[in-house]
């Protein structure tokens, strides 16, 4: 598999917590997304470029697998790796790594489409302008 | 002052608690939010109503006093005042009281204007459509 | 597969939606746990109840799969089902239904398992309380 | 007012913006508390060193004016000034920056109060801890 990676490092804030004093489960996935949207800027390819070529890339599928927790004040990065697909689809893959206690957190996955600003219709092969960026990025075997 | 009052119960959610095993104190925001629009919706005037006639009515002011706390499984109920005034603002009043433990937990103060949507301009009189609707109100002293 | 059913109707807040204006992917996992526990409170099976048993029931896995949107003001309804496995791992299954366009909005899946409070350990075999507890419960076919 | 000051740049989540396209107003709590975290952390004063002298500092009071408004992609500075008191509270000022605009979107006040771990009671007086640290911070006029 051909992949995009990227990192971005998270200081969790107390209202991420829950009353067990961990991050709720759910608030990984505004973890992924600060790495999504670090690597996207990284290219050249943030929401709002995607916005002024006239989609948007609305999320269709989350997966999170959870293996331990965060404490606040842990230490937190976040990896994430784009995936090249042939299908119209966006597929990032993420690990969510706790510095503190060096070990890995969460694994998920996000599944996004192209759907048109103009009549929020789904794409179903993949926009020119995105295949032009598909071909300039440096990708690496995963 | 003359007043409309409403009140709505909540069920706190698990999301909703931090690390101390309370509920967040930027949590209440939203508890306030539920109850203003209970009222407004009670008296026929949602955000929905409102933008119909051309005004979002954003937030310009919020005030909040914590005095006790909220457990995950507390019963909670928000009481919200609605005060009339002559100038073009919306100011809400609220009681958050915890029905499990019988205490008033939070007091605060919301404060909206109305913003036409079409130039997003700051509406310095009250809107004809607000007026009427303020004179069709059962008011209470308060 | 046998299943415990419960549903549980929400209301959308204004805070829970995003600049695409529609509810945010991430917040459907705070739907997901309305519907957890209202289903498990009407069994008696709350997490305080579980808790007094001695133990957590962390989530270690969840899945989402997006159909549709949610808008504010739209009526929406979260149907969750409790199956009943060998396993010493609690399985929930939701839709979420948007009653406004009478569209399934939302798909997903929640997996939790068993962690003593004492020593934060998994426990790998079914508490004797839970089995006791399913034993009890009106299990239908699905 | 001698006070100790700080900046945090954030970047905005797209979680973070509500149907109107702009941040929901309660998550300037949230910056608040970045910013904040990031000051006590500067001069060593976290959250979880006053745990370990004994003590929470639970929010008692919070004041918030909103000015104009920030959108996804802005660029965001938060300043946080703690201001030095008699009394046996926290009170910090805050100013959030669009940095993209050039604009002051928000200002805000919270205050603090010093509560013992070991019984939840209300400290009347200043920990001699926090006096000590006090006295060691290098205060400014503003």
New interface residues.
Partial sequence: MMVLHSSQDI?V???E??????V????Y??FF??AR?KLTEVHGL???EIYRKGY?T??????????A?I???DQVRVHAWLERHDSAKIIFRYEVINLTTNQLTTEGMTMQVFMQVSDRTLELIKPAFYEVWENEQPWTEK
């Fill in positions: 200081t804030r107390f209202s917590t829950d009353a067990m004093g961990v709720w489960h759910g608030n996935l505004k997304e600060d949207d943030s929401h709002l948007f609305p999320i269709v599928k989350t997966e999170l697998t959870y293996k927790s404490l606040y004040g």
